[in-house]
Structure formats: C-alpha cells, structure tokens
C-alpha cells in the first residue's frame, strides 16, 4: 500500500471515528489496523475472498447441486489432506525455508502404510508410514542445516528420490487396503456427516494453530524464519528449529498418504503427485510470508478450503480437466502476486 | 603499559574491583586473516570500558569472542573466576552477560515483548506464551529505562532507528547480571537519544555491572568510560585510565603515529 494511500486512509478512519456510533468503534479500528498493516492485509484477505467466491457459486450454481450437502462435505474431504499438508508447510515457510518433497512423501507414505499394513497390521503400518514422512523430512532438515544447501535443492533431491522409490515399491502396481480398523480410522469412518479426513484435518489445524502462534517453539520458528542471526543471538537452537519444521512438514505428509489410502482403499504412486503446487498456494493465499517470519495456520487452512472450492466449482460449471488446471493455474498466480504486492515492500 | 594479563589487581591492590572478565592471550584467524592477535584484557566490576580502534581493528570480533558467537581459536576466558568457553551465545547469556549488537538482533515481525523476550519467553501453567504477563513486563522495563512507545505490543518493523536501539538496549541491561557488551550503540543516534544511551550506561554502573562499549565517538568514551583499551590490527596497543589519559594520546595509539612504550 502506498503512503500516499495510507494517509487518505488515516482521514477516513478519523472521519469514520467522528461519525461512527460508540459500540462501532472497536470494529474500525480492526478494519483501520487491516488497511495500515500490509502483512494484516495479505494474512486476512484468504477469509473475505472464501466469502465471496462461495457466493458468486452458490448464486451461479445453485441449480447444479453446489449448495447440496453431499458437494459441500465433497469439497470439505476435498480439502482436508491439502489442509493438513498446508499446516506443516506453514511452520516450513515460516521458518525462511521450503519443503518440495511432500507431494512424493505422500505416495511413498501410503504405499508403505500399505503394504505393511496387510501383514502386521495396523500399528505397524501406520508407523511405517509416519516414519518415512518422519525420516525424509529430519534428513531433509539435517542436511540443510549440516551441509548448509539451500532447502529447495535439498528437498527437490528428495522428491526425485521418494518419487523414484514410490514407483520401485510395487512396480507401479497398486496395493489395495483392507484392514477394516485401519478404514475405520483413516478411512470412510464417519462422525456424524463429517468424513473421518475432515476431523483428522481439523485437528491438526487446531493443533497446529495453537503451536505456532502460542507456544515458545512457534514464536521461535518465525523468529529464526525473520532473522536467524537475531534468533540465535537471542539464544534459539536455530538448527534444531531448522530441522523441526522438516519434520513437522515430513510427518503431515505421512498423515495425508495415510488418509488418501484410507479413502480410495488403496496406495499407490500417483498419489499426491500433484499436492505440492496446491499447498504451497494455499499456504500462500492463506496469509503467510514466502521469505519467512510470518504467516497464519488458519489462513492456510481456509486458503485449502477456498482451493478446493473454486476447483468444485469450476466442475460444476462443465469444465474439463484441462480447463480446470489452467484456470487454477491462473487463480493461483493472481493470488500469489497480489499476496506478494502486499507482503513486499 | 602494564601487563594485563597477570590480574592487575593483585598488582594495585585492594584499590582495584574485582575482576569480571579477563582474556588471556585470545587469538582468533578468519582464513588468513588474523582477526584478534594475543589479546589479554581485563573487565573490572562496576567498571565501564571503552574499546577504541580503527575500522577492521577487531573491536566487533572482540565482542562475538566474549558473547561466544565466535569461540577464540586460542586463549582463555574467565568470568567471574572461572574458566569457561561458549560455543553460541547461549552460554555467555547463561553467565550474566549480554550484548547490544551492531545491527541489534532484533525481530522485526514480532511485537516488542517478544523481542524483549527472544528466547526466554514466559509461559503459563498450560505451557503456552504468557503474552499478558511479557507485555506488563515489557512495558515496565520501557518506563524505567524512559523508553516512549505507547504499547508494548507494537511491531518492531514499525519502530523508528532510536526505539529500536532503545529495545535492544533495554532488553540487554534487563536481562544482564555480570557484563554488557554494546557495539557502536548511539552509531545511528541523534544527541537526545544518544545522551539517554549514555545515562543507561552510568545507570548500569551504579547497579554494579560492567559495560564494555565499542565506540568510535572518543568524547562519549571520556564522558562514560572510566577505562579504555585501544586496539589496532588485531593487538592490543593500549590500556589507559580515563583520568590519567588525553584524547591525544588515544588518538595516537589508534593511528599508531605514536609509539607506545611497553605496548605488546
């Protein structure tokens, strides 16, 4: 925002204050503190933009099923293993880093949940599957901060590898799941209307909300993702956050395999091939900051959401698959440069 | 001069406070370059020292030594008496002793409290950020040190240069118990501000903290220092009283255009 632009926004408010009853007052200045604070700006407008795009849809489509409660649970499971991916990668982008590896964790996840699944059950399966996201992304995380490489070639290294995994594991064959405690869980298990992906992915959201804005190890990350000098003069373990988002990243990729083998009944490769571009847009529209210090996990879950919508919507409107991409292709850039005007100086 | 690193106050006596800091014969390479050469200086308690010297003379990685963000590749350390060596200012913090870095270190995106807080937040009894009690806090430590922002709670990014000074300083002279290193602090200050910096510092004597203060400004090293040593390519070339000392004679040792009998 210029300063030119600020200031008339700064007459205004004084107007507005003059002329705005009493118990108004507190809601103008949050609209006055939105408008002057640019990193306010860009972390709040993923709230009214979900707003507006659900209305214009559910105007424009209501006679195609949009407003129906089988397409609004669709696009909430739809959204919910990004969300969660969203998350982690919200911690990694916070801390001034990126994780590319976490659509080809995904594959190499579920399939070893998977298949470890059917013969030693589903502990074991699911631990298999935690502990590869888990482990790709502490090496991940200790090879950026050990050898010093920038966290996009390490973590690019690491998708070519888990993508070159996923595809040796069956030999592009995939696994069915049949464990029935294990669907129940991460599966079609329901609560209520709510599919079981949709409570996973609000629990993380919940979690992952309170850790970064309100625990110390969230205020180090941003810290370290501000200045990691600052961050280590103040006493932080900067490695040791470094190579935590990695894994945090790491482990919610495991999680969204898990769910994506829990709801199609099976792993295999293809899973997630095309999740990384997906999160980090809605990480980015969601309000957070691509070069680290700042961001909202809230804002990228609703920036999930909003994704996930805008793709059911443009469905509805008879879209085919390659109308669909280039659409989201575009919706994504506009997002991101106008998020980025708002971000940068 | 008098050799520093026999304890000069065995030398002169119960006149002397008592040490706080003492290097021995600390060197430190940076490739070939020979950053600090066989540097022995000691901080006494109570005391404010200035350390004068050229640009590139090693007055910054004289300080990083002591803050422990670059460990000496030779020599001793001693606070307090007792030996110790840092690798990451954890350790020089963990020891009473805190720094006012050049650039001030400071969090930009964070609110102030945070930053008064960096690594050492509070936290309540459900283990989350104590925002509430960081901010009463931080508001006091404001008022005392007469620092003027009406909320606790403003970004840093939002701050002018002097405020900004003014929370790195005051959250060094908070947190201190032994020492406080301040590199170039009023570099980027005007005359008010730089004279409340130098009241903070008289303030910080009279609480029994040593300062050791990196400065260029030679007249705010004779209105605040009652010691200082002057370094030039990496050696120490100079320890002076204040009281005993002109600003020639500094001047002199800094450029060297004076040979300085018994000066290593």
């Known amino acids: ?345 | 001069m008098r050799d520093t690193t026999t304890s000069a106050a065995t030398v002169d006596g119960a006149a002397q406070a008592p040490s706080v800091l003492r290097l021995a014969g600390i060197h430190k390479h940076f490739g070939g370059l020979h950053a600090l050469d066989d540097v022995s200086l000691e901080l006494r308690k109570a005391e404010v020292t200035a350390l004068v010297g050229d640009n590139g003379a090693g007055k910054s990685t004289l300080m990083k030594v002591i803050a422990g963000v670059h460990p000496p590749d030779e020599g001793e350390i001693w606070l307090d008496g007792e030996q110790v060596s840092f690798n990451d200012p954890r350790g020089s913090r963990a020891h009473g002793v805190e720094v006012v870095y050049q650039d001030l270190a400071l969090v930009e995106s964070q609110e102030i409290f945070m930053n008064m807080f960096l690594g050492r937040e509070l936290r309540n009894r459900f283990g989350l950020l104590d925002k509430r009690r960081m901010k009463a806090q931080t508001q006091q430590i404001l008022s005392e040190l007469d620092i003027r922002i009406h909320s606790a709670a403003t970004t840093v990014r939002n701050l002018s240069g002097g405020q900004r000074q003014g929370i790195a300083i005051g959250r060094a002279t908070h947190w201190a118990r032994q020492l406080v290193l301040m590199d170039e602090p009023t570099a980027a200050l005007g005359v008010q501000e730089t004279a409340k910096v130098e009241r903070t510092i008289v303030r910080l004597r009279e609480r029994g903290l040593s300062v050791l203060i990196v400065s260029h400004n030679l007249d705010q090293v004779f209105r605040v220092a009652d010691r200082v040593y002057v370094l030039r390519r990496g050696r120490i070339v100079g320890e002076r009283s204040i009281a005993q000392t002109t600003g020639d004679e500094v001047v002199a040792m800094i450029t060297g255009s004076q040979t300085v009998a018994g000066a290593a």
């Open chain 1, 1 to 345: 925002m210029s300063r030119r632009r600020m200031r008339k926004l700064s007459t205004q408010l004084e107007q507005v204050k003059r002329e705005a009853p009493a118990g108004a007052l507190p809601l103008v200045a949050l609209w006055h503190k939105a408008r002057v604070n640019r990193a306010a700006v860009s972390r709040l407008a993923v709230y009214p933009s979900l707003v507006v795009i659900f209305g214009v849809f559910a105007l424009a489509l209501r006679n195609r099923g949009f407003l129906s409660t089988l397409n609004l649970l669709n696009i909430a499971s739809q959204a919910a293993p990004i969300a969660i991916m969203a998350v982690g990668a919200v911690f990694v982008l916070s801390a001034g880093e990126i994780d590319l590896s976490i659509g080809a964790v995904v594959a190499v996840s579920a399939l070893s949940t998977a298949s470890v699944l059917q013969d030693h059950g589903l502990l074991l399966g699911l631990a298999a599957g935690a502990a590869v996201g888990i482990g790709t992304g502490f090496l991940s995380g200790a090879l950026v901060t050990r050898l010093r490489v920038p966290s996009f070639l390490v973590t690019l290294a690491m998708m070519e590898i888990a993508t070159g995994v996923a595809r040796r594991i069956h030999d592009l064959q995939s696994v069915s799941v049949t464990n029935t405690a294990f669907l129940r869980w991460f599966g079609s298990g329901q609560i209520g209307q709510l599919s079981g992906v949709v409570v996973w992915a609000a629990a993380v959201a919940a979690i992952g909300a309170v850790v970064y804005r309100h625990t110390r190890f969230g205020a180090h990350v941003r810290a370290v993702g501000d200045s990691r000098r600052a961050a280590a003069s103040g006493g932080i373990n900067v490695a040791r956050v470094r190579i935590a988002v990695f894994t945090i990243s790491g482990a919610t990729a495991a999680l969204a395999g898990i769910l994506y083998a829990g709801r199609i009944q099976a792993a295999q490769y293809t899973l997630g091939t095309n999740d990384l571009f997906t999160v980090i847009a809605a990480v980015i529209i969601g309000g957070t900051s691509l070069f680290g210090g700042s961001g909202s996990v809230l804002g990228a879950v609703v920036g999930a959401l909003l994704l996930a919508t805008l793709n059911n919507g443009l469905i509805l409107f008879g879209l085919n698959v390659a109308e669909q991409t280039i659409a989201l292709g575009l919706i994504i850039l506009a997002a991101v440069i106008i998020g980025l005007r708002e971000q940068g100086e």
